[in-house]
């Protein structure tokens, strides 16, 4: 099972982007699905977006629509969540967490938390009012 990492949190005014990078330790992500996944305090944790290993069009909860991409970097060997138009409601730990080698995932994208086995530690993302 590939271990991932995350980065690339931090605190930024509402109106305002960050852009997010889950990272696998010591292999690549070719042919891994990848999620992300956000926990607010007190609030369970909600499934934001999810992106398929070999095409397709990526999945995103409905808060997030037309705010947050999630790309692969394949120079990088990350991918990435690029989050504009902050809102303090997206304040939470975002997780990352991937699926595969060469997982069902293939056309379709994960688009539930239980699609995946395990999670990376996250990185805190605080949006200011």
């Known amino acids: 099972q590939v271990q991932v990492v995350e980065s690339g949190g931090g605190l930024v005014q509402a109106g305002g982007s960050l852009r997010l990078s889950c990272a696998a330790s010591?292999?690549?992500?070719?042919?891994?699905?990848i999620g992300w996944s956000r926990q607010a305090p007190g609030k369970e944790r909600e499934f934001v977006a999810g992106i398929s290993w070999n095409g397709g069009s990526p999945y995103y909860v409905d808060s997030v629509k037309g705010r947050f991409t999630i790309f692969r970097d394949s120079a990088k060997n990350t991918v990435n969540l690029q989050m504009n138009s902050l809102q303090p409601e997206d304040t939470a730990v975002y997780h990352c967490?991937?699926?595969?080698?060469?997982?069902?995932?293939?056309?379709?994208?994960?688009?539930?938390?239980?699609?995946?086995?395990?999670w990376g530690q996250g990185t805190q993302v605080t949006v200011s009012s």
């Open positions: 967490a991937a699926a595969g080698p060469r997982s069902s995932f293939n056309i379709q994208p994960p688009t539930k938390l239980t699609d995946f086995s395990s």
């Open positions: 010591g292999r690549t992500f070719v042919n891994y699905a």
